[in-house]
Nanobody
């Protein structure tokens, strides 16, 4: 068994910053964590940022230049540094992992950005 657990969400004013963390455990390691997604109320879940094992990153156009995804293999985590937050960043943020052909999702962490 394995799991991923998100943390670090909260309420922040527009222009502020938050750092989300996704912790892996069990059979899941940080190298299995591939991406952060988010889902705003009434909207579909969307890809925010992804990270390959070689370190290549990809970002949604809406967060480019503001968000940074990174992996810490010692702590077994993948983080999402979010700067210059906007009200439209308000959502539940989820990390996504794959172990073989099995997909894992955490329960999410809520981010609310007030204007």
């Amino acid at each position: 068994q394995g799991q991923v657990v998100e943390s670090g969400g909260g309420l922040v004013q527009a222009g502020g910053s938050l750092r989300l963390s996704c912790a892996a455990s069990g059979i899941i390691s940080s190298t299995n964590i591939k991406a952060w997604y988010r889902q705003a109320p009434g909207k579909q879940r969307e890809l925010v940022a992804s990270l390959t094992n070689s370190g290549s990153t990809n970002y949604a156009d809406s967060v480019k230049g503001r968000f940074t995804i990174s992996r810490d293999n010692v702590k077994n985590t993948v983080s999402l540094q979010m700067n210059k937050l906007k009200p439209e960043d308000t959502a539940v943020y989820y990390c996504n992992a794959w172990w073989g052909n099995i997909e894992y999702w955490g329960r999410g962490t809520q981010v609310i950005v007030s204007s």
